[in-house]
């Protein structure tokens, strides 16, 4: 049906769905679909009158977020990190003069499978310089303009599909010559300006890779024995010398409390200690609507809440923005080396922190020691 790995019924969508195009046909399959050349004749016959499902009502809703002038080319279902949300990945192109072969990624959130509506959480326009790496783990990135997002296709083969797409894309902004700055692509800015999903969702388009430090969710008690040690590895910090006490003797402390040995546990301890002891170091208290910290001021939940702090700028490359859906966050994806530049990220950091002043709001600006690159 016009790419390998795309196999499965034409399905039309009326020209009422959208008046000022004209009707345009898709191969489907479990989490994807494909545009057809509007010249490919059907298979075997008419295309039969498939009654719309799940998939082709998702198709008809997403198709309502388009400009009239543009098409959807791939739409392919990716995994969430909720149970109950759809998103899809959209390789969308416009069909008009003087934009051939420009492409955009567009990610769009369902709060869940029945839904009747859907928001736009994403935009990534695709310039010449459009990298895609495979992850090893059913994912892969797409990195552009500096740019970098991460999607996990919901299967093999919808993996597979979309890497074709995006390959021919590519191709097409390398010969285009497309650059930030020049005149191709401003029709993306229009999606850039309707973003609409909700906080937690707009996170969730913009988590990262090559993280050395993951949000407590992640990091979460496997057992009755690790939830009883973090229940009493506060109270053992709180009461020791930490100046002279060592790791193994906090570990030996747990142990004469609980009454067996956590040899199995020393990776946890040290873990949930060094969050423990962060917590206990407060941020600086730089300006009135700003702090700055280090990452275990960013993992300090109560903390940040009795700060009234609503907006996170994490400048660090490795680590995680471990509230997602309470705060809104901004990323710097540096890590601390001596050729690292902050300086092409200053306009954005300062609308960004001028932006929470006006409204009232507070930021924590961190990094991993709150020291070098968020200082």
Same mark, same amino acid.
């Given at each position: ?6 196999k499965?019924?034409?399905?039309v969508?009326?020209s009422?769905?959208?008046p ?5 046909s ?5 989490? /994807? ?14 295309a039969p009158? @498939?009654p719309?499902g799940?998939q ?6 997403m ?6 002038? #543009?098409?959807?080319?791939l739409?392919?279902q990716?995994?969430?990190a909720? &149970?109950?949300?759809v998103r899809?990945?959209?390789? @969308?192109? &416009?069909e ?7 492409? /955009?990624l ?6 869940h499978?029945?839904? #009747?509506?859907?928001t736009?959480?994403?935009?990534l326009?695709?310039?010449?310089? !459009?990298q ?9 990135s @797409?990195?552009?303009?500096?740019q !970098?997002r991460i999607f =996990? &296709?919901?299967?093999?083969?919808t993996?597979? /599909? ?6 021919r894309a ?10 930030p ?7 993306v800015?229009?999606?850039? +300006? ?5 906080q ?8 990262m890779?090559d993280?050395e ?8 008690p !496997?057992e009755p !024995? ?7 590895? *506060?109270d ?10 060592t790791? =193994? ?7 004469r ?8 546990? =020393?990776d946890?301890?040290d873990?949930?200690?060094?969050l @423990?002891? +962060?917590q206990?170091?407060r941020?600086s208290h730089?300006f009135p ?6 990452e275990?001021n960013?993992?300090?939940?109560e ?11 994490n ?10 859906a309470l ?8 890590y ?11 306009n954005?950091?300062f609308?960004?922190?001028? #932006?929470? =002043?006006?409204?009232?709001?507070r930021?924590?600006?961190?990094c *991993?020691?709150g020291?070098?690159?968020s200082?």
């Amino acid at each position: 049906m016009g790419a390998p790995g795309v196999k499965g019924y034409r399905w039309v969508i009326p020209s009422r769905s959208r008046p000022s195009c004209p009707r345009q046909s898709f191969a489907l399959v479990r989490g /994807a679909a494909l545009l057809l050349p509007a010249e490919e004749p059907p298979a075997s016959g008419p295309a039969p009158a @498939v009654p719309p499902g799940r998939q082709e009502r998702h198709l008809q809703l997403m198709m309502q977020l388009l400009r009239s002038q #543009d098409a959807i080319q791939l739409a392919v279902q990716l995994e969430s990190a909720q &149970p109950q949300r759809v998103r899809y990945l959209l390789v @969308v192109r &416009p069909e008009e003069v003087g934009a051939e072969g420009q492409t /955009a990624l567009l990610g769009v959130d369902f709060p869940h499978e029945g839904a #009747d509506c859907c928001t736009l959480g994403m935009v990534l326009p695709l310039w010449s310089n !459009t990298q895609v790496f495979l992850d090893g783990d059913g994912g892969f990135s @797409v990195t552009s303009g500096g740019q !970098t997002r991460i999607f =996990k &296709p919901i299967s093999i083969q919808t993996m597979w /599909a979309v890497l074709q797409e995006l390959h021919r894309a590519c191709e097409l902004a390398a010969q285009g010559g497309h650059i930030p700055g020049g005149p191709a692509l401003a029709w993306v800015q229009e999606y850039a +300006a309707a973003l609409d999903s909700e906080q937690s969702c707009l996170n969730e388009w913009l988590a990262m890779a090559d993280l050395e430090s993951v949000r407590p969710g992640l990091l979460l008690p !496997t057992e009755p !024995t690790e939830r009883a040690v973090r229940a009493l590895l *506060r109270d053992v910090l709180t009461s020791a010398d930490l100046e002279s006490i060592t790791s =193994k003797e906090v570990r030996t402390e747990l142990e004469r409390r609980m009454g067996h040995s956590l040899e199995q546990h =020393k990776d946890f301890i040290d873990n949930e200690m060094l969050l @423990v002891l +962060a917590q206990m170091d407060r941020p600086s208290h730089v300006f009135p609507h700003i702090y700055l910290g280090s990452e275990w001021n960013a993992a300090n939940l109560e903390e940040l809440q009795q700060n009234c702090v609503t907006h996170i700028l994490n400048v660090a490359r490795e680590i995680d923005n471990f509230f997602p859906a309470l705060f809104n966050y901004m990323n710097v994806r540096v890590y601390d080396e001596e050729t690292a530049q902050l300086l092409p990220h200053w306009n954005d950091t300062f609308l960004f922190l001028s #932006d929470i =002043k006006a409204r009232g709001g507070r930021a924590l600006v961190h990094c *991993r020691m709150g020291l070098s690159r968020s200082a």
